[in-house]
């Protein structure tokens, strides 16, 4: 043992390991507090804001003049999840719309900062791609910003302390490619005078099908927050399969967003409470995904039966994982969000010349493809677009949990390959989400062709997924 040559040396020794001592715990137990969350609160809160429009609108996502709004089946929503974990607040937005431009979205972001203080970084807006709504102009693309304003702030009205938890289950019988591979001689022109080599969409049971050009995301994951009591306060799911259909021309509906949504209200026994419960389904990367079997039995549904079918089975299944997930009191949350410069594809010098021919020549003269005067005017539409474009992209983190989002109709094949990817334990991708810019293929799927690759469908450069897969995974490292 060390000697010492008097009793004042020996006291400040044992002062100076005592001083260390009681700094080192409370430094060390200062931190573990703070990452435990014992002295945060963690925070969430919910709303819905009615979006309908007027009747007379044109209802779009289909070729030729859209048929007016004549009949409201269900109401229209921004639905709203707001998180808050002391410091950082997390907010996802989502529409029933079709697709909701950048412009306007920038604009609802802009709003929400001014009025909330929060960053656009940290606020999620992303459409549900139904194809029974209307885009609108004028008036009602401002009443459509005003709500998502709206909805934001009557969303942190309700925050309260709140516990979160996140899970993942399978429902593969709903998600099928709508992309396939067809034999050898099957005709496959393309509005450009080309031939494909894929068809999206072919007949049920055509005897030409060869095989799909890639596989489906059966994965629905969720995140669910409930009160301190245990009061369902929202579930936003997330299930890469694109809009079912079945309704009626010139009905107004959500699809079975909106039922699911309902649907599992029901099933958490959340019905009428105050606040009330928030269901949300957001889309998943379904740019290439169908509820169709093409190699099964044509299907017979009512109006509106299928999606009824869909969002139960659906719906069932995170009801199912949602008794077995992990509630946490609190977990940090992050944000970032950058943007991704991709060339703009533009028609060459004979693909140009073709367009003007094409919108010119007499009518009685038959055409090589159905949609060729379209597609000429989409394309002689992008000479004008920049050479280059800025594609916004987002990543939240909570806990061990990711979220990102792309402004396009996303192939499931990039979802996958994000989560296969991704440094998170859980990862899911929010499609059409802070803009919209048309479909978006990989390489390997534009040398199929098909109506997803043509030129006007997709507007961006073929190696834009790759350099967005990239950016993704970059920023998601940053936050983890």
């Known amino acids: 043992m060390k000697s010492y040559k008097n009793a004042s040396q020996f006291f400040c020794f044992v002062a100076v390991l005592l001083m260390l001592g009681i700094s080192t715990l409370v430094t060390t137990g200062a931190d573990t507090k703070v990452a435990n969350g014992q002295d945060k609160v963690f925070m969430a809160g919910a709303a819905t804001s009615n979006i309908t429009p007027s009747l007379g609108g044109g209802i779009i996502g289909n070729f030729g003049t859209p048929p007016p709004a004549t009949y409201i089946h269900d109401e229209l929503h921004a639905r709203c999840l707001a998180l808050d974990d002391g410091s950082t ?67 942190l009205n309700n925050m309260e302390p709140a516990s979160i938890g996140w899970g993942v289950g399978n429902v593969p019988e709903h998600v099928y490619v709508r992309r396939w591979i067809m034999k050898p001689g099957t005709d496959l022109p393309d509005p450009f005078g080309g031939k494909d080599k894929a068809r999206m969409n072919p007949a049920v049971g055509d005897p030409n099908l060869l095989e799909p050009c890639a596989e489906p995301d059966p994965e629905v994951s969720f995140i669910s927050v409930k009160s301190k009591d245990g009061r369902p306060i929202a579930l936003l799911a997330n299930y890469g399969l694109h809009y079912v259909g079945g309704v009626p021309r010139g009905h107004i509906s959500a699809d079975y967003f909106a039922v699911f949504a309902d649907r ?17 389904m957001s889309n998943g990367t379904s740019g290439d995904v169908t509820s169709t079997n093409r190699l099964g039995k044509p299907e017979k549904f009512e109006p509106y039966e299928k999606m009824r079918y869909v969002a139960e089975n659906v719906a069932r299944e995170v009801f199912r994982v949602h008794s077995k997930i992990e509630f946490h009191d609190w977990v940090p949350l992050r944000a970032v969000s950058e943007e991704v410069a991709v ?40 000479l004008e677009w920049p ?70 469908t997709n507007k961006v450069e073929k190696e834009a997924s790759v350099k967005i897969v990239d950016k993704l995974l970059s920023m998601l490292a940053s936050i983890k």
């Open 89 to 155: 607040k997390l907010v996802f937005i989502i529409v029933d719309n079709l697709g909701l431009y950048r412009e306007l979205i920038d604009e609802a972001k802009e709003i929400i900062q001014k009025e909330t203080g929060i960053a656009p970084s940290n606020v999620l807006i992303s459409a549900i791609h139904t194809h029974s709504s209307i885009r609108g102009e004028g008036d009602y693309q401002k009443f459509v910003v005003r709500r998502l304003g709206d909805v934001v702030r009557i969303a």
């Open 387 to 456: 050479d280059e474009i800025d594609i916004p992209l987002q990543a939240f983190g909570i806990g061990d949990l990711a979220v990102v989002t792309t402004p396009f109709e996303t192939f499931a094949e990039t979802g996958m390959e994000i989560k296969a990817k991704s440094p998170f334990k859980t990862t899911f991708t929010i499609e059409l989400a802070n803009g919209y810019y048309g479909y978006l293929p990989t390489p390997r799927q534009h040398d199929m062709g098909g109506y997803e690759t043509w030129m006007g």
């Open 264 to 280: 599992i209200q029901e099933l958490l026994k959340a019905d009428r409470q105050d606040p009330p419960f928030v269901g949300m």
């Open 343 to 382: 060339g703009v594809r533009k028609p060459d010098k004979k693909m140009e010349d073709r367009a003007q021919y094409v919108l010119n020549r007499p009518d009685t003269e038959k055409p090589i493809h159905r949609h060729e005067k379209v597609y000429a005017e989409r394309i002689l539409q992008l």
